[in-house]
């Protein structure tokens, strides 16, 4: 069902109510564009298009959200966008895949496959070349199969390490650095054997796979791959080094998320979605859960360095200003690419939403306040205000009290979390265990991004 949300124009001195949203589509009514000069054929136009568009993405919601994303692939924030709305629909987007994405996102089963065209440093003479290869001889069954069939001057060696970054040869062999090593030999060797074709010389399994019958010739060429030189084994790039290079290549994280492994853990924090942020009461402090992608250092007219930053989570990008007072404290923790719990401010400034961040710290250093109750302390009254009284008393300035106090009561094999308020959050987690543990409270300490 299309969600409807009226939009307000105003004029020089009446306020109109021109159209519907519906979702990332903007339509304009016919009673709008009828009255203020725009001719009514149009508007019926604008209204029929309308309609169809709803039609296709209610029935057809793969074509359509595989299409929307063809039409704006140079876009980066709007891709990211509509990825997030095709993960509200339950619509899984699958990174590039070289014997099966086209040119453009394609729907293939119940899921959207990557196109080549979105890839950076692989162009549309590259494309042709390996679509052509893969349509003449099939699909290919290793690097060297691949170097050796399509035409090298097309897909050069950064082309392929693009690919291979992204992702697009994980289904022959998911060790990408593993391939990126092998790429420094089989790229010689296939170019030596392209050059020796050329020149009518071959070798000598070229020559044998000519005389032999067709169910030979597949043996033979595997014999042909067999050969190909490979390099000494190597370990894959750590998971973050192998997401950094697909944002790097794809404009945004698509096999998985940095933030997805800790989605879970860090709920107990309370945070909000960024595509909440507009929704929430201004001067509210927030907290969310974010990746740094890009860190902007600016001057004041007084001469004080702040920063201009682009964040993003699962569901939006969104810019965040950290003011000169706040930057001076947090600016070593700014890393691009880090993953941050960020507090600040919400602030609308030209119809547009930012966040103005109060505080930073990296998720790897986040910490929790763990108490184990009973079910008899979890129903007393007065073990209850005995323990808030000991988390006032130990919490210290409150503007700086950032670690969560969360309790456990354990019932037998039922196990249930308790998420205690942000003012009974706390400055210091070790002196806090330590009080609570001489109250005759069982209490730890743990990382927020520990299993």
Same mark, same amino acid.
């Given at each position: 069902?299309?969600?409807? *949300?009226?939009?307000?124009?105003?004029?020089?001195?009446?306020?109109? +109510?021109?159209?519907?949203?519906?979702?990332?589509?903007?339509?304009?009514?016919?009673?709008? *564009?009828?009255?203020?000069?725009?001719?009514?054929? &149009?508007?019926?136009?604008?209204?029929?298009?309308?309609?169809?568009?709803?039609?296709?993405?209610?029935?057809?919601?793969?074509?359509?959200?595989?299409?929307?994303?063809?039409?704006?692939?140079?876009?980066?924030?709007?891709?990211?966008?509509?990825?997030?709305?095709?993960?509200?629909?339950?619509?899984?987007?699958?990174?590039?895949? *070289?014997?099966?994405?086209?040119?453009?996102?394609?729907?293939?089963?119940?899921?959207?496959?990557?196109?080549?065209?979105?890839?950076?440093?692989?162009?549309?003479?590259?494309?042709?070349?390996?679509?052509?290869?893969?349509? +003449?001889?099939?699909?290919?069954?290793?690097?060297? $199969? %691949?170097? $050796?069939?399509?035409?090298?001057?097309?897909?050069?060696?950064? =082309?392929?390490?693009?690919?291979?970054?992204?992702?697009? %040869?994980?289904?022959?062999?998911?060790?990408?650095? !593993?391939?990126?090593?092998?790429?420094? /030999?089989?790229? +010689?060797?296939?170019?030596?054997?392209?050059?020796?074709?050329?020149?009518?010389?071959?070798?000598?399994?070229?020559?044998?796979?000519?005389?032999?019958?067709? #169910?030979?010739?597949?043996?033979?060429?595997?014999?042909?791959?067999?050969?190909?030189?490979?390099?000494?084994?190597?370990?894959? %790039?750590?998971?973050?080094?192998?997401? !950094?290079?697909?944002?790097?290549?794809?404009?945004?994280?698509?096999? @998985?998320?940095?933030?997805?492994?800790?989605?879970?853990?860090?709920?107990?924090?309370?945070?909000?979605?960024?595509?909440?942020?507009?929704?929430?009461?201004? $001067?509210?402090?927030?907290?969310?859960?974010?990746?740094?992608? &890009?860190?902007?250092?600016?001057? =004041?007219?007084?001469? @004080?360095?702040?920063?201009?930053?682009?964040?993003?989570? /699962?569901?939006?990008?969104?810019?965040?200003?950290?003011?000169?007072?706040?930057?001076?404290?947090?600016?070593?923790?700014?890393?691009?690419?880090?993953? /941050?719990?960020?507090?600040?401010?919400? +602030?609308?400034?030209?119809?547009?939403?930012?966040?103005?961040?109060? @505080?930073?710290?990296?998720?790897?250093?986040?910490?929790?306040?763990?108490?184990?109750? =009973?079910?008899?302390?979890?129903?007393?009254?007065?073990?209850? @205000?005995?323990?808030?009284?000991?988390?006032?008393? *130990?919490?210290?300035?409150?503007?700086?009290?950032?670690?969560?106090?969360?309790?456990?009561?354990?019932?037998?094999?039922?196990? !249930?979390?308790?998420? %205690?308020?942000?003012?009974?959050?706390?400055?210091?987690?070790?002196?806090?265990?330590?009080?609570?543990?001489?109250?005759?409270?069982?209490? &730890?300490?743990?990382?927020? #991004?520990?299993?």
């Amino acid at each position: 069902m299309v969600k409807i *949300i009226t939009r307000k124009y105003v004029g020089q001195s009446n306020v109109y +109510d021109i159209g519907v949203e519906q979702d990332h589509n903007f339509v304009i009514k016919n009673n709008f *564009i009828a009255s203020n000069c725009f001719n009514k054929s &149009h508007s019926t136009a604008y209204g029929y298009v309308t309609y169809q568009t709803a039609y296709l993405k209610a029935n057809y919601p793969l074509e359509y959200m595989a299409a929307l994303l063809t039409a704006n692939s140079g876009d980066t924030d709007k891709v990211q966008k509509y990825i997030s709305t095709c993960l509200s629909m339950n619509i899984q987007i699958e990174p590039p895949d *070289i014997n099966r994405s086209g040119v453009d996102f394609t729907p293939v089963g119940d899921k959207i496959l990557f196109g080549f065209s979105a890839v950076r440093n692989v162009g549309q003479n590259a494309i042709a070349c390996i679509l052509e290869a893969r349509e +003449d001889q099939g699909v290919f069954k290793s690097l060297s $199969d %691949f170097c $050796d069939r399509v035409d090298l001057r097309a897909v050069n060696r950064r =082309t392929l390490e693009s690919l291979i970054y992204c992702g697009a %040869f994980d289904k022959l062999e998911p060790n990408r650095h !593993q391939l990126i090593k092998d790429l420094e /030999l089989v790229y +010689d060797w296939a170019q030596s054997r392209a050059k020796d074709r050329a020149s009518g010389q071959g070798n000598l399994f070229d020559l044998l796979g000519g005389g032999f019958a067709s #169910t030979s010739t597949n043996k033979t060429n595997n014999n042909v791959f067999d050969s190909a030189p490979k390099a000494q084994p190597v370990p894959d %790039f750590p998971p973050q080094k192998k997401l !950094q290079m697909e944002k790097e290549l794809l404009g945004f994280y698509v096999s @998985d998320h940095p933030l997805k492994s800790i989605k879970n853990s860090s709920s107990i924090l309370a945070p909000i979605n960024l595509s909440q942020l507009g929704d929430q009461k201004e $001067d509210t402090l927030l907290c969310a859960v974010v990746m740094l992608n &890009h860190v902007k250092k600016v001057m =004041t007219k007084k001469g @004080d360095p702040m920063a201009i930053l682009q964040i993003e989570d /699962l569901t939006a990008q969104l810019e965040a200003v950290v003011f000169p007072k706040t930057y001076e404290r947090v600016s070593l923790a700014l890393e691009v690419d880090a993953r /941050l719990i960020i507090w600040g401010k919400v +602030d609308r400034r030209d119809e547009q939403v930012q966040l103005i961040v109060e @505080d930073v710290e990296p998720v790897e250093t986040v910490q929790l306040v763990m108490v184990e109750l =009973t079910p008899q302390q979890a129903i007393t009254i007065e073990e209850r @205000d005995r323990l808030r009284t000991i988390l006032k008393e *130990i919490s210290g300035d409150r503007e700086k009290a950032k670690v969560p106090v969360i309790g456990i009561v354990q019932a037998g094999s039922s196990r !249930q979390l308790v998420r %205690f308020g942000r003012q009974f959050w706390v400055q210091d987690s070790r002196s806090t265990v330590l009080a609570l543990q001489n109250a005759r409270f069982l209490a &730890h300490v743990k990382q927020l #991004t520990s299993s």
